[in-house]
């Protein structure tokens, strides 16, 4: 539907309209056609309406695409370093006529925005890659247009902002670009340090912060990065209440907090110089950039290529506004109990991972390394290693022992009573959960992916899923442990008995069918089974009694502090 009117100019603050023109849009939006936005877009989304994104005043056309690709700029000489387009389906976008209003939603379909389509094209994403990331890099998806659409076609055009994106969570500390550069201006603050961080930051960060606070003469915006994907998930909330605790370390004149809709596209050299931009527009006068390839824990010398980022972030720093500041090494006096900073090649502090070992393992963390308001949030979510949850995950060929151990485990784990505990074994997630799969390469990886999704929600809810299925294939099993680790423990057992035991153990018949020819793609037989390369324990049941089995199970237990 063409919607012609002329657009009205936006007020400097946000591309949000006047409350009448919201009604007229509103009105008219019924003959408007949708698009629902995903996580990601729906970041980008409400980074162009609170004027995070400035100058842009909507998605990118042609031109300025394609400048950006080129030059980093924008057509009119503005320094841009990333696209940012709507990216839609095939099938929408020639649906499509230049000039058409398009009502953009959230996913639920509350109505966010009109924009008004300058232009619609496919963009050639190998080349698209190859200019962000370096020739040869393969589009992935968190390209241009963020859309994680496999093959999306591109829209530009002018954006009339309806309503911020709905955000229930710690709405307080959610502020615009314009509230936080105000409160800078009210608060005296002319320079500040834009720090992000993806963790929770510790005392060994807290005494580097203020160290380049003090040499820079600058305060500190604090600000979680999070990722649009885990909006639900307890690592959010776990990641915002720990840096409110971080930032109530700092006297208040020293440092704020808020929280941007901004999400890390891991777009390297462009990607910080974009993330630069940003800072600049809520305010910032400097930026933190952390050294992202960082070996763990390192020598004091800045590697050679963090070295040449931060000088590209110099090269830049009269474009963006915003001076880059390297991390800077510290370590612990021992004497004094204090970080200090390191110029002596002393190896650096990275105190986050040490604290979740200690958390997770139920072990006192030492005072020097945090706080006890951040480890108070913390501990809720990596609780010691025997309150969590988790799952045993066996994996082998059919006959291998798998169901027999399982069902073992099932008995004993409900005998110690410490948890409650749910059996996924093979046949009972074939019967109950996926019944219409075949044993197709791709419907085994659905198969167990599910089997992934339900331990998870067990795992989450503080119990044990048992399963039991033959997941032939690394990458489902990949996809269950990553499913599962987010909320516990994930224990992958290889069922490793040979398949001449299993053939010769046959108790369902099955590979005496397989070798008839009557049934086709047996696991072992003539379908493949990739073995685990790291699973946490190996069995092989042709050696051990099922009794012996499990007691291996239960001893890895008791050793990792489940029991
Ligand atoms: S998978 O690959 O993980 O999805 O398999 P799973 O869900 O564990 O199902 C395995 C059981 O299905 C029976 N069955 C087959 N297995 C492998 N390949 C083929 N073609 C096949 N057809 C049927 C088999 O009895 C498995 O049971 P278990 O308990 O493992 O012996």
Redesign the pocket.
């Known amino acids: 539907m063409q919607y012609t009117d002329s657009l009205p100019a936006h007020n400097a603050e946000n591309l949000l309209v006047h409350f009448r023109r919201v009604e007229l849009l509103k009105e008219r939006a019924t003959e408007f056609k949708s698009v629902n936005l995903n996580p990601r877009q729906l970041c980008d989304l409400e980074m162009l309406l609170n004027r995070a994104f400035y100058p842009l005043d909507g998605y990118l056309g042609r031109k300025d695409y394609e400048s950006v690709l080129e030059s980093m700029r924008l057509s009119d000489g503005t320094l841009w370093p990333l696209p940012l387009c709507l990216g839609v389906s095939a099938e929408f976008a020639a649906s499509l006529t230049p000039g058409e209003s398009v009502a953009v939603r959230d996913a639920e379909g509350f109505m966010l925005a009109v924009l008004t389509v300058s232009e619609v094209w496919k963009p050639d994403l190998a080349a698209e890659a190859a200019a962000i990331r370096g020739e040869g890099a393969l589009p992935g998806p968190e390209d241009g247009c963020s859309c994680g659409l496999a093959e999306p076609w591109y829209i530009g055009g002018r954006v009339e902002g309806v309503s911020f994106p709905q955000r229930y969570d710690f709405t307080e500390i959610r502020l615009t670009p314009a509230e936080v550069q105000r409160s800078f201006v009210q608060k005296g603050w002319r320079k500040v340090l834009a720090v992000q961080a993806g963790r929770p930051l510790h005392k060994a960060d807290r005494a580097m912060l203020e160290e380049i606070a003090r040499d820079q003469g600058a305060s500190l915006l604090l600000s979680p990065l999070l990722k649009p994907s885990m909006y639900f998930s307890v690592s959010h909330f776990s990641l915002v209440r720990s840096f409110q605790q971080f930032t109530e370390t700092f006297p208040r004149s020293m440092a704020k907090l808020n929280l941007t809709p901004w999400f890390e596209r891991h777009m390297g050299p462009r990607g910080a110089l974009l993330r630069a931009i940003v800072n600049k527009n809520y305010g910032c006068t400097h930026m933190l950039v952390w050294d992202a390839a960082k070996a763990e824990p390192r020598q004091n010398a800045l590697s050679e290529e963090y070295e040449a980022h931060i000088r590209w972030l110099m090269d830049h720093a009269a474009d963006t506004g915003i001076t880059p500041v390297a991390e800077h090494c510290m370590a612990l006096d021992r004497a004094s109990g204090q970080y200090v900073r390191s110029d002596t090649g002393g190896l650096c502090a990275n105190d986050h991972d040490a604290v979740v070992d200690l958390l997770s393992r139920g072990e006192p963390v030492p005072d020097w390394m945090s706080f006890p308001g951040v480890l108070k949030e913390l501990s809720r979510t990596y609780k010691p290693r025997r309150e969590q949850g988790f799952t045993l995950f066996f994996t082998g060929l ?2 291998a022992g ?2 027999t151990l399982a069902k073992v485990l099932f008995v004993k784990l409900l005998e110690l009573n410490s948890r409650p505990v749910s059996l996924l074994d ?2 009972i ?2 019967t109950n959960l ?1 019944s219409e799969l075949s ?1 197709s390469k791709e419907h ?1 990886n659905l ?2 992916t599910r089997i992934g999704f339900v331990a998870s929600e067990i795992v989450k809810n503080g119990g044990v899923a048992i399963c039991a ?4 294939y690394a990458e489902s099993r990949r996809h269950a442990r990553a499913a599962v680790e987010e909320y516990g423990g994930f224990i992958e057992i290889h069922v490793s008995t040979p398949l001449a035991v299993c053939e010769q153990r046959d108790r ?1 018949g ?1 590979y005496a069918k397989a070798r008839a020819g009557i ?1 086709k ?3 072992g037989v003539d ?1 493949p089974y990739i073995e685990p390369e790291n699973p946490e324990l190996r069995i092989d049941t042709s050696e051990l009694t099922p009794n012996e089995a499990a007691h291996e199970v239960l001893l890895y237990l008791s050793e990792h502090k489940y029991l």
């Open positions: 059919s006959g798998k169901s093979g046949d997630v074939r996926s044993f085994r198969n167990v299925p033959i997941a032939p369902k099955i049934i793609g047996l696991t379908d």
